[in-house]
């Protein structure tokens, strides 16, 4: 005989499950997920960064194709197969775009890639550079399926790396206002008295201050630079969760597990962090959900500034940056693609945060 969960996590997940909207942003989410991860062995430019420059094919259509030269280099770099997935090859070849080529006995000559048949250039490279192998296992047809940026750098590699550069933003600017806003909420509104004004002071005066500005001041305070971002956003997201925090714990600390707790002699610390906060997470996880698409936004708001990660460094915000201009010149996908992809991850995030929300609801 089967029984049925009846746990309020079990309900919660049952509700949850039947939130169509909730489930597929959180699939999606998982997807953009192992992206992130697996970006450098899923992108067609695994080197660091994607920073492989052409600029003889900046600004090409998606499903542009052309023909690449790659040149070996004399130089052997020696890397792990954990440092090339997690950071990207270490690539010291040179690839050239070309639009003809022939090979003598000795020398292979080519025509570098120009555009309305414009004049190219003729280069000869001798045969034996190329290491005695065939040469047509250097000359491949390479296809750019998103096209190009200005600098000529696949685009598909850069968003598909920039994925972890919002990833990042958003666990660690959440792990950090969890932290700090867990923390001051939970002694706010246990102790309360004057360490409750004192703190509801702090959290006013940081309230009042916009969150961009504050953002952009300790950015400059700290420095340009992918983890001073991380943090400058990650010290402006506390706010919220110490509040909600400190007006779950006030209506907490007068049940009667609490009363029961102080009874048998527990510690303040392990009544608050082991015996309330278990029981009050519930708001605080929509909460996160709303905080981890905000955290996204403003690192695409800085990067967009010009003072978030610092190229070359591959961000959705920067990407804009860059291309925004593009829009009046016949070329808006370049500054549209990453704008979607900003706009896909923070309504998933949210739409998990509404679906939680529901799912959490004690009295639906």
């Known amino acids: 005989m089967k029984t049925k969960a009846n746990s309020l996590s079990a309900l919660a997940l049952q509700k949850f499950k039947k939130n169509t909207s909730g489930v597929l942003s959180f699939w999606f989410v998982i997807s953009c997920a192992l992206v992130a991860i697996f970006a450098y062995v899923l992108a067609p430019d ?159 005066i940081t309230w009042s201050i916009p969150t961009l500005l504050l953002v952009i001041a300790i950015t400059l305070a700290l420095g340009k630079g992918f983890w001073q971002v991380f943090i400058a956003v990650g010290l402006t997201m506390w706010v919220e969760v110490a509040r909600v925090v400190r007006g779950q714990l006030i209506s907490a600390k007068e049940m009667q597990y609490v009363e029961a707790a102080k009874a048998l002699g527990f510690s303040n610390f392990r009544i608050i962090f082991k015996h309330i906060l278990p029981n009050i997470m519930a708001p605080v996880i929509v909460i996160s959900a709303a905080n981890f698409a905000g955290a996204i936004l403003m690192e695409s708001g800085l990067s967009f500034l010009g003072i978030g990660a610092q190229p070359p460094i591959p961000s959705w915000g920067a990407m804009i940056k860059d291309h925004y201009s593009y829009i009046i010149l016949g070329k808006a996908y370049l500054a549209i693609i990453p704008g979607l992809a900003i706009m896909s991850l923070v309504m998933a995030f949210m739409l998990i945060g509404n679906a939680l929300r529901d799912a959490l609801d004690v009295k639906n």
Request: proline letters at 3%; zero cysteines.
């Open 46 to 204: 695994n080197s660091s960064n994607a920073n492989q420059m052409h600029l003889e094919i900046h600004s090409k259509k998606p499903g542009f194709e052309v023909l690449m030269l790659t040149i070996p280099s004399e130089k052997t770099i020696k890397q792990s197969f954990f440092s090339a997935v997690l950071f990207g090859k270490k690539n010291p070849k040179t690839e050239i775009p070309i639009s003809k080529y022939s090979i003598s006995a000795t020398e292979l000559t080519i025509n570098t890639y120009t555009e309305n048949n414009a004049v190219s250039l003729t280069k000869t490279y001798p045969l034996s550079k190329f290491q005695g192998k065939d040469i047509s296992t250097f000359i491949k047809t390479k296809k750019f399926y998103l096209g190009t940026d200005k600098y000529g750098r696949d685009l598909l590699s850069r968003m598909l790396i920039g994925t972890r550069i919002s990833f990042s933003i958003g666990f660690i600017a959440v792990f950090i206002s969890l932290v700090i806003g867990l923390s001051i909420g939970a002694i706010a509104g246990y102790f309360g008295g004057k360490i409750d004004a004192f703190i509801m002071w702090l959290i006013n």
